[in-house]
């Protein structure tokens, strides 16, 4: 099983904080990966989720320093390894421009808006590493605790029937 | 490869020439080509070089070239033969000495094909041949010039034997309750059935953990163990979100499904295959096993161990939390498909288990929902072509090997290597039983009874009821000895599928899938000696 790895990118140190603690439920089976800019983001994707694993969920500021989030997501669209990850944005800056360019140049799954509720937060991230998991991996077993079981479980009924050896 | 199937591979291959290269005494021809058969599918079987079912498939394919009489080798390689010259004088021939018998007989080669023996009456010798008087033979007549010749003993079997290995009615057994259980999982008939099983339990974790015993148990009785589990991991996996990380509760709620669908698949002849294989054994020898009487054979052993397990599970693991709240949803649901479902499904039940009384053999009521649920619309294509069509063609290669040991006599030469009256029967029983529960926990449970039933089958007709050898009780207890065969992660699907969840370390299983198979297989031990005699024809 290669590991499925959460990405954030935020430059204010405490969201930064913050985020992470939200989401820390999910790192029992989804290591979270947490940078400041986007160039770092894209040097932990290259030597340290792409080797070890794939990228699952990048939970992305849009206002940050040197290259902004947005095309940062288009350039993980546009990358054969990382096209399947799932895109959030949670910002509280992007305009109607860069937003628009998200939805059509990097898939972009979810638009979050500061300030944020953790439950919330919890709940789109859940349902994006679902989405994920469920087009990606064959054994989903191992999601039912962590996911949303239900429609894990429809996804395994639906599969045929495994017979004893 | 790995070297472990190199060794497969090269071992196989040897086992399939030795008893060409080494002809073996006693034993015939066609029984030395099943012996090289046997060697390459017990090889392949046991290293793998290739997945389990196809070997079943080169087996049949092996039996239908080298045993059938269509096949290459008894097709192309006829025996020679001669016609016999006439003397001059009506119904006296000159025939070459060799193809006179010492029982003073001919074998004559019928039009129709076979052969026929024809006594002869042995006149005078010259010069190599023999005149004989033999009323019914001809100058036109075939006569074989070698009785001896390794082809001449055997009447080879036309190629659609071998073939209907696939459409066995143990197979057409399993095709029904594949089909039951394909169709129950689409209208969630298994999740109303979980639900009916729990709901009443409350929140005490001993209690549910026992629920989820029983209800894996009871639906594996009709499902394979491996759908089974699959089933009930969807449902068991979400409840672990609501405990505490470290309480043991989570590993006995994930491993009771696999312990009670490895258990379950005992209760009913469709439990899991390796029932199936000791049934075709048994309905081989003449000694069928009915459907009820099956299950009245396996439901001690089935809650006997339920039970075992439930205790073992909760002083190992013992859970910490008081309280486990379960969200059960669904009951049954009412559309005009799934009511059919329920009616072809009660149906068949019923049908099956009284199969003592009506006398109808389970085989053939299973083919009712194979025609009811097509037909009524209440499967289609999808669950057609989704059925694990692999495991009916494994236990196809085990049938078709198990006929051909013993058409051709091998059963009876096996038994000769071995003085078994020496031994007691039920000592063998017992044997046989713990080889299986061995074997079963590193190999595929289908393979260690295709295995091990033409050994007790051969033991069967060696050692005889006189010696307290009871068939019916040998094979009953290799089938459920392999069901106990659950120690390792690899030992059943079910096993991998509980430890893919992540849920579990490998000392988990193995403490108590060890601690509930070697104390099953001591149950085994007395029921053998004192209640499946009973059952006995």
Known sequence: MSRIYILCVEDEPEVLTAVVRDLAPFEEKFPIEAVSTAGEARRVVQEVILPRGKLGVVVCDHVLPGEDGVSFLVALQRDPRTASARKILLTAQAGLAATVQALNQAALKHYLAKPWQPDELRAVVRRQLTDFVLEQETDLYPYLTLLEAERLSEKIRQQPLPGDR | MKTRQWIGLVLGLTGLLLPWLVPLPGLSFPAQVTLAIFLLAAAFWLFEPVPIYTTSLLVIFLEVLLLSAEGPLFKLLRPPTVGPRATGVAGEYWVPAGSVGADQSLLVVKPAGGKERLRVERLAEEAGLVRVRAATLSTNSVVLARPDHWTAGYAAPGYATFFAAMADPIIILFLGGCLLADASVKYRLDRALTTLFLRPLGDNPRLIVLGLLVATATLSAFMSNTATTAMMMTVVLPLLAGLPARDPL????????????????????????????????????GAGVSFGTWVLMALPVVGVTLGLSWLVLLKLYPPQTAALRLELGGGFERSGRALGLYAVFGLTALLWFTENQHGISSNIVAFLPVV????????????????????????AGGISLGTAIKSTGLAEWMVGQVNWTTLGGFAVVVGLAAASFLLANFLSHTVTVTLLAPLAVSVGSAVGRSAGFDLTTALVAVAVASSYGMTLPISTPPNAIAMGSGELQTPHLVRAGGLIGLAGMGWVVLLARFYWPWFAP
């Open chain 2, 372 to 395: 009811a649920l097509p037909m009524f619309g209440i499967v289609g294509k999808k669950e057609i072509h989704a059925l694990p069509w692999d495991v009916f063609w494994l236990m």
């Open chain 2, 250 to 285: 989570r590993v006995t709620l994930v491993l009771a499904i696999p312990i009670g669908a490895n258990i379950g698949g005992i209760a009913t002849p469709i439990g899991t295959p390796p029932n199936a294989i000791a049934l075709a054994a048994l309905s081989r020898t």
